[in-house]
């Protein structure tokens, strides 16, 4: 019965640790996929305008149309713009447009997974004050620690792979996440990847990995702070009585 209830609290303690890693990710990937100044940024870098021939003020009402697709209810996207005094009524082919249906219902499960974790950790420390009052923060502060080194030997590691190999991995990716190589596009021909080349994804990676690892180098320094305080020590007393 003993060795019973500890399995179960190492698989909570485990669950809660992939909660945070899964709430970090999931929140930096929602905050940059909606992030207009980021597409901005990247267009201008790679030229995209140049490359496309579409204006710069054009690519952004292209990545916004994307960005309210992702968060509204329609199954299709449909991509207005204007192109040398043009009205292009939808940029994309029938390729494109299928295969952003199959981006969305991976950006809905990213919202999806976001909710989840969030839920997840509310109600564990909803049922951890009920059940152990203040003594919850002691072993949720020591949670989120494990947490925070977890996380950052992970996100440096995965960073390093990408750094090295992302063009690998990029395509691992895409082979484990679509059922269908509606994919494989052809820039030359395909706005989709034209406007959002390899180098936008790698650098969206690189923000997102950057975002979590400040993000749990601050957890880490919070909850090392806490734990060396004296308030701390007194609960942890407290707990061994």
């Known amino acids: 019965m003993f060795l019973n209830i ?9 669950l809660i640790i992939i909660s945070v890693f899964i709430l970090l990710i999931t929140t930096n990937v929602k905050l940059v996929i909606n992030n207009m100044k980021f597409y901005d940024y990247e267009f201008s870098k790679y030229e995209i305008s140049k490359k496309t021939g579409i204006d710069q003020k054009e690519l952004i009402s292209v990545a916004k149309q994307i960005k309210d697709y992702f968060n509204n209810d329609e199954k299709f996207l449909k991509v ?14 029938s390729k494109e447009i299928l295969h952003m249906v199959d981006v969305k219902k991976l950006i809905r499960l990213v919202y999806i997974f976001q909710s989840i974790s969030f839920i997840f950790l509310i109600i564990y420390l909803l049922i951890g004050f009920y059940l152990l009052k203040t003594k919850i923060f002691l072993i949720f502060n020591k949670l989120l620690f494990i947490s925070s080194i977890t996380i950052i030997i992970i996100i440096i590691t995965v ?3 990408s750094f090295i190999g992302f063009e690998k991995v990029f395509l691992i990716f895409h082979q484990i996440s679509f059922t269908n190589d509606l994919w494989q596009l052809n820039p030359r021909k395909d706005y989709l990847i034209a406007i959002f080349p390899e180098g936008f994804f790698f650098e969206t990676t690189m923000l997102i990995a950057f975002l979590t690892l400040i993000e749990c ?3 880490f320094c919070i909850t090392k702070l806490l734990k060396n305080s004296s308030n701390y020590a007194k609960l942890n007393k ?3 009585i």
């Open 6 to 14: 500890n399995i179960f609290k190492i698989f909570i303690q485990i």
């Open 217 to 219: 180098l601050f957890i």
């Open 80 to 93: 207005s713009i204007w192109k040398n005094n043009v009205k292009i009524e939808n940029l994309f082919n």
């Open 159 to 161: 960073g390093l792979i």
């Open 238 to 240: 407290v707990m061994l």
